[in-house]
């Protein structure tokens, strides 16, 4: 038979059950056993699912307290120098110690590691730190623990682990080479292998994403090295790749000495002739071929001509799976869209996928049709109707989009012309405060968004708690003495969801949660068809701020990318159309916001590193579209109109003339974990627009000190001068608590009064 098995699962739970027992636990309302038995009991809930979806192996080590990544480095003993001696013992305690920080009035708070993009996606795991006196070892057992749980539902289990090479990868190094660590990890792995072995584990799926990458020779040596020192562990290795195609890597990763190679087929379906060719007559072929990043509904009849002829000519050692990890998709669409059943019949959740797997699977090993051919028939009709449906096209867009020429993508003065009149107009001082735009969403606003959304209560009545909400937001600005204020966002729920419940050819979920950090948890809107703007998104909310304040008030919008980026998309149209289609609406709304007074509009783009493609020969012409659909969106300002752009977690080296290429007035950046040194490559880069580094993390719970931050104000200007240079927190400040935000920016003020009289800056820009 075809061996079915799955990259792995969501882990927050169908209804976010271990989020919220994580953040009580946090809070002191949970004890840690409560939260080790909810982490049991879904374990065991999704090891039952892929169970009972006909999975020959179920997959272990896709749990995590708060990242995998992260868990990994806890299990392989690779721990930052900061926390060697004050880490607690138990396993979860250790993994939100790391990522969260550690307050230590003694002798100065631990930072949280760095935190950034799993690939091309918008998961965020935490970097593993290296110096001279990292040792690794195997320094927990929790991977066993779970291994027997596991073994309670199913005897075939399949372990899940991140290879050697994309760990390093991903890792950050300080004072030891890539190649000295990976001499002292080697043996951590092969010993790791080993115990896995006498726990009877036949298959260790290795994750090496790295091989859809253009690899450095060093790096072709290292992952050659890394195997052929893993070859004598007794545990069958399934070498696993996903996000791209082998491409030029093929040849290496053919030739390493392991049993099986998984290829993700949905993301680089021309390599299946390739691999094949070069298979060898021993390997298992793991077949990616359910998509494990968007929610529509498979081709299965494609996927079994495809694949039929290779089953005939593998036999057994042809297995079946999704692309990659279902992380990416939320659990169940089974009571999603009931007001839209054209798109709802199209999608594809975790569950669906299953079936989708599960039948594909029957299919191709000649069971019954009553056993595959529901859901064949269901898909098949499905994708034709929404292909067919008037959902999909809308003329007016159609012509709009004919109509742009390159005169539409450009602001007609460059950037420094605009400083001036902006500074003119605007009058701040050197320096200039503000937030990136959230603040904290209290369990009142939280309630009344819910409250409104179930027609608990009438619009007259949202609308007055969210302008009380602003009120209160736009005051404590003030008190805190920022120099440009935001109305805070009490009304969205996510930076993208909002707009996708307010843009035509957009739709959002009920329960469509998927994980993107930690216990962060977001609900990506659906693009199903053309994109326009019917009304106002923001201008109600905008407007309103303004009138309280003197001060300028930021308006706040999220870029095109973004919204692709954090959405899940058609897949019918390129994504540079779909991109101008939001631009276009984006650029109606800055319109009306420009005529209301709004004298400043943050366009945030934090999607734009991170959806750059794996390979470096397409990434030119996806950042020139991407960045065309930004100036689509922000090129028909008058020149004192500011525009903002917010950046964050990525590695933005690799875009830097992207950045440029914005056309942006001010771009703000995630800078505190990395210490300023984005700041530093911006400046060398040539940037000419003015920026704004984060000077302190908003992911960790510990409230900065005044020295630190005047202390990173001052590495930022040792590259860029003060008249280029705004002072902000990170992110958004939506998921702090207020006591936390005042403390935060009150010592961000009083640094930034500080900094500049030191420097002599107080008069007026």
Known sequence: MTTLHYLGLPRIGPARELKWSIERYWQNQVSIDDLEATARILRRAQWERQRDSGADLISVGDFAWYDHILEQSLLLGVVPSRFRDTLPTGIADRAFTIARGQADTTRGDRAASPMQKWFDTNYHYLQPEWDDDTCPRLASDSLVHQIREAREVQQGVKVQLIGPATYLWLSRFDGIDVDEALERLLPVYHQLLGVLSREDVQWVQLDEPLLCLDLPTAWRSRMERAYSGLAASPCSKLLTTYFGGLEDNLSLAAQLPVQGLHVDLVSAPDQLTGVLDRLGPNKVLSAGIINGRNIWRADLDHWAATLGPIRQQLGDRLWVATSCSLLHVPYSAGQELTDTPLVADALAFVVEKQQELSALRARLDGAPEAAWSGTFRHNRSARQALAESELRQNPEVARRLAGVETRHRQRPEPVDERKAVQQAALGLPALPTTTIGSFPQTTDIRKARRDFRQGRIEQETYHRIMEQAIAHAIARQEALGLDVLVHGEPERNDMVEYFGESLAGFTTTRGGWVQSYGTRCVKPPLIYGDVYREKPLTLPWATYAQSLSKRPVKAMLTGPT???????????????????????????????????????????????????????????????????????????????????????????????????????????????????????????????????????????????????????????????????????????????????????????????????ERIGETAVR
């Open 562 to 756: 973004t919204m692709l980026a954090w959405a899940f998309v058609r897949e019918d149209q390129p994504q540079s159309v779909i991109a101008d289609q939001v631009g276009l609406a984006l650029r109606d709304e800055i319109h009306d916001l420009e005529q209301a007074g709004l004298a400043i509009i943050q366009v945030d783009e934090p999607a734009l590193r991170e959806k750059l493609p794996l390979r470096r020969q397409a990434q030119a012409a996806w950042l020139d579209s991407a960045t065309a659909a930004f100036r689509l969106a922000t090129s028909a300002v008058r020149p004192e109109t500011q525009i903002h752009t917010h950046m964050c977690y990525s590695h933005f080296q690799d875009i830097l003339h992207g950045i440029q290429a914005l056309d942006a007035d001010v771009i703000t950046i995630e800078a505190a974990r990395s210490e300023m040194a984005l700041v530093r490559d911006l400046a060398a880069a040539g940037y000419n627009g003015d920026i704004g580094p984060g000077l302190y993390d908003i992911h960790s719970p510990l409230i900065p000190e005044e020295s630190q931050l005047r202390e990173r104000l001052t590495r930022a200007l040792a590259s860029l001068p003060a008249a280029r240079l705004w002072v902000n927190p990170d992110c958004g400040l939506k998921t702090r608590q207020w006591a936390e935000v005042e403390a935060a920016l009150t010592a961000m003020v009083a640094a930034t009064k500080a900094v500049r």
